[in-house]
């Protein structure tokens, strides 16, 4: 067999994705303060480029039948840094607190360094992050002398911190009450069995009348299970929307937070003083100037492409706008995208990191698409989106008879009955799980264990 070379020549087409083009996808996905963050980085760089302050209304957006996109709002109306200031001091967080306990323990100084380790392991709950020993290879210490110093932990306020689990946790509390008697310590040992609400069998193995085995539950009932919580329970602060929807004389209106977006200001006169000096560095202010430029006009893209996917969104969404989720229609990116005139993967990037403030609340941007389920055959109704489907089951259940709680194929049933949707039983079961709500057994057992 004989080998040779040979040359050919030939075309073909492939995409080269340029680091601009990967920059310009970058933005697409970034919320106004990621977007600040960025042009800030980008200006540390490069000369030629600032961050501006409030950006003004993008040229060239889009209006829909009924939306607005207007040019100002009224001052102060976006003002979202403002409501920071009038949030209340949340107090001492769960670490200063536990470490102003336990230095009025008059630990010894070898303590003191060791109890460090136990702050520095303390988990939001109030328990214990870490096992003994991994506290003791820490520290390089026997096992017992970090179990002998636990013990002194449990002294403090309140009960229950540094607790290594449920039953710990609510045994540090009885104990400091007062209630920790043989038969509630049995109680405690006994947590799966209260959890599957055998009333009959802990009455046995504690030793009780079912009347004793009631007051031990409502003592145990005022325990609370993560003393952790009472800090750091302030909420986390949203940050501000990136879009805003009001309502106006003409209808539904939709505009970019201006207080958040940022804007790129380019040194144009800067650049012109450094050329007429002529300076060795032409080059470089030629490709610095030519960056700030092309991110000047990458952002101004960014926020019409923003703005327009924001106003279809509402566009197609008056009715949740009006009258809030159980209205939400079924939207999928194609259609958004196929109306606007952009790819669907534009789309979905610039719903994966937008914020829109409504009426009904501040939500992701993504959260407004959602698939179509079917009506029921020969009845004409209109499909109802997955969100609006699980916004009925939680008012369902919310509505529901504790002690007759509805099982998934009765939801399932009322659903198909009252709104004409035809669901599954496993459908229903699948939208629980992801409100996070327990099944009917559960609720029911949670309903005879709220009696005792």
């Known amino acids: 067999m004989q080998l040779f070379t040979s040359q050919s020549i030939g075309q073909r087409q492939s995409v080269v994705v340029t ?27 490069n000369p030629f480029l600032e961050l501006g302050a409030r950006a003004a209304q993008p040229k060239g957006a889009s209006t829909a039948r009924d939306l607005t996109l207007p040019s100002q709002l009224r001052s102060g109306e976006d003002d979202w840094d403002k409501l920071g200031q009038l949030a209340a001091d949340p107090g001492p967080s769960l670490y200063a607190h536990a470490a102003a306990e336990v230095a009025r323990l008059g ?14 392991a303390l988990e939001p709950s109030g328990w214990l992050g870490q096992s003994l020993s991994a506290i003791a290879d820490r520290l390089l210490v026997d096992e017992s002398e970090v179990e002998a110093l636990l013990h002194r932990l449990h002294q403090v306020e309140p009960a229950g911190l540094f607790a290594r689990n449920l039953a710990e946790c609510l045994r540090l509390q009885a104990r400091d009450q007062g209630l920790l ?15 599957q609400a055998d009333l009959r069998g802990l009455c046995r193995v504690c030793g009780v009348s079912m009347d004793d085995l009631k007051a031990m539950l ?14 750091d329970a302030a909420p986390m602060p949203q940050r501000a929307p990136d879009l805003l929807v009001t309502r106006g004389p003409d209808g539904w209106r939709v505009d970019l937070n201006r207080s958040t977006l940022p804007t790129v200001v380019v040194r144009e006169g800067e650049a012109r003083r450094l050329s007429l000096r002529r300076i060795e560095a032409n080059a470089y202010v030629s490709e610095r100037l030519s960056v700030a430029r092309w991110l000047s006009r990458a952002v101004e893209h960014r926020n019409q492409t923003t703005l327009k996917v924001g106003a279809e969104v509402v566009r197609r969404q008056t009715e949740f706008l009006e009258h809030g989720p159980s ?20 789309v979905s990037r610039v719903c994966s990191g937008i914020l ?32 609006a489907i699980r916004h009925r089951i939680q008012k369902l259940i919310a509505a529901e008879n504790p002690e007759e709680p509805l099982s998934d194929d009765i939801i399932a049933r009322v659903i198909g009955q009252e709104d004409g949707i035809q669901l599954a039983r496993r459908t229903v079961a699948k939208y629980r ?16 264990m709220t009696k005792v």
């Open 356 to 387: 829109i403030a409504t009426p009904q609340g501040t939500f992701p941007l993504k959260s407004f698409f959602s698939a179509a389920l079917a009506a029921r055959e020969g009845e004409g109704g209109e499909a109802g989106s997955a969100a």
């Open 19 to 45: 680091a601009q083009l990967q920059q310009a996808i970058q933005l697409l996905q970034m919320g106004n303060t990621d977007l600040a963050s960025f042009i800030e980085s980008q200006a540390e760089e």
């Open 218 to 231: 409502r003592h145990l009932r005022s325990f609370n299970p993560k003393p952790g919580a009472t800090f």
């Open 181 to 195: 008697t043989p038969a509630f310590a049995t109680l405690l040992d006994n947590l799966p069995m209260l959890a």
């Open 107 to 120: 630990l010894s100084p070898r303590e003191s360094m060791m109890a460090e380790a136990f702050l520095d």
């Open 433 to 448: 799980d992801q409100l996070r709500i327990a099944s009917s057994v559960d609720r029911r057992r949670r309903a005879m």
């Open 327 to 346: 209205r939400l229609r079924p939207m999928v990116l194609r259609e958004v995208a196929e109306a606007i005139g952009v790819h669907e993967s534009t």
